[in-house]
Nanobody
């Protein structure tokens, strides 16, 4: 069992930055590929970014490529999402997710564990 707790969300003006963190419980964090997804009101959950178990491979949605960076620190059981040049359309609840022995995937269905989400609001 893995518990995920996100933090770092908030209200920011367009063009600003936020860094989300996701802390995982347990001693097997390195066995999980990690992903960030988001869901805006009235919309489906969508992929944002993913990172492989060792951190060597990263994947991004086209909408965030060049603005967001995913990283992880396996010694701290934490995955991060650095978000720069935020836009109003980035407003959503952001979730981190863990995929046991996965490669880092863009589809949400293989992910085994999810956090409770953190709200990101970008004002224009």
């Amino acid at each position: 069992q893995v518990q995920l707790v996100e933090s770092g969300g908030g209200l920011v003006q367009a063009g600003g930055s936020l860094r989300l963190s996701c802390a995982a419980s347990g001693r097997t964090f390195g066995s999980y590929a990690m992903g960030w997804f988001r869901q805006a009101p009235g919309k489906e959950r969508e992929f944002v970014a993913a990172i492989s178990r060792g951190g060597g491979n990263t994947y991004y949605a086209d909408s965030v490529k060049g603005r967001f960076t995913i990283s992880r620190d396996n010694a701290k059981n934490t995955v991060y999402l650095q978000m720069n040049n935020l836009k109003p359309e980035d407003t959503a609840v952001y979730y981190c997710a863990a995929d046991f022995m996965g490669p880092g995937r863009t589809d949400y269905s293989p992910y085994d564990y999810w956090g409770q989400g953190t709200q990101v609001t970008v004002s224009s």
